[in-house]
Each structure stands twice: as structure tokens, then as C-alpha cells.
């Protein structure tokens, strides 16, 4: 399985702009699906942006419009851009890739998964 390492996560005002990096090591990176997900305090963990090995990305109503996943497979990264944040963004952001873009898009247990970064949105 891939190693997983999140990074760029802070404290954000509304409206303000981030961009979340998952670096992998130990797997071939090109070969997986990526996806990011967040948990809020005392809500269940949620898909925000699935990218496949080729196609298009998969968005979560709420990141639609604001959240551009991407990759970078020289680097060995994905990335979640996020725009116009609000203060419902806060969370821990955790970063996740399988071979299979379904484990990915449903959360599956089988998920090589980062250590997660948070990010907190004050208003």
C-alpha cells in the first residue's frame, strides 16, 4: 500500500483560499485513485473530491464550483484547492487512493488513508 502525507492545512478566514497537498510514497502513485475527505467534530468522515486515473473528477455538492482536486504524478502529490472558504469547511482533511476508484468514491475500508491536516475557517 501507498504511504500517505497531508500537508497545508490552517487557521482561514472566510473567503480565503487554500491548497491542500498529499504527497505518496512507497507505491506506484499513477496508478491510484485519489480522493479527499474531511471530518468535522462529531460528524461522520465524507467525501469532498475523488480524481480517478483518467476521467473526470467527482465532486461533493458542497465543494462544488470551490474545490479543484488535481495531480501531479512526477511528484507523486495530489492537491485540493479551495476557494471561498467558509466557515462549514472546518475540518480535519484526510487524504486517500486505492487502485480502484470505487473503493475510493464509496470510502472503502481497504483505503490507503493519510494522517490527516486540519483546516479551521473562523468567520
Known amino acids: 500500500q501507498v504511504q500517505l502525507l497531508e500537508s497545508g492545512g490552517g487557521l482561514m478566514q472566510a473567503g480565503d483560499s487554500l491548497r491542500l497537498s498529499c504527497t505518496a510514497s512507497g507505491g506506484a502513485f499513477s496508478s491510484y485513485s485519489m480522493g479527499w475527505f474531511r471530518q468535522a467534530p462529531g460528524k461522520e468522515r465524507e467525501l469532498v473530491a475523488a480524481?480517478?486515473?483518467?476521467?473526470?473528477?467527482f465532486y461533493a455538492d458542497s465543494a462544488k464550483d470551490r474545490f479543484t482536486i488535481s495531480r501531479d504524478n512526477a511528484k507523486n502529490t495530489v492537491y485540493l484547492q479551495m476557494n471561498s472558504l467558509k466557515p462549514e469547511d472546518t475540518a480535519v482533511y484526510y487524504c486517500?487512493?486505492?487502485?480502484?476508484?470505487?473503493?475510493?468514491?464509496?470510502?472503502?475500508?481497504?483505503?490507503?488513508w493519510g494522517q490527516g491536516t486540519q483546516v479551521t475557517v473562523s468567520s
Open positions: 480524481l480517478p486515473i483518467v476521467g473526470s473528477a
Open positions: 486517500a487512493g486505492d487502485v480502484s476508484y470505487w473503493a475510493v468514491r464509496t470510502g472503502h475500508k481497504s483505503l490507503s
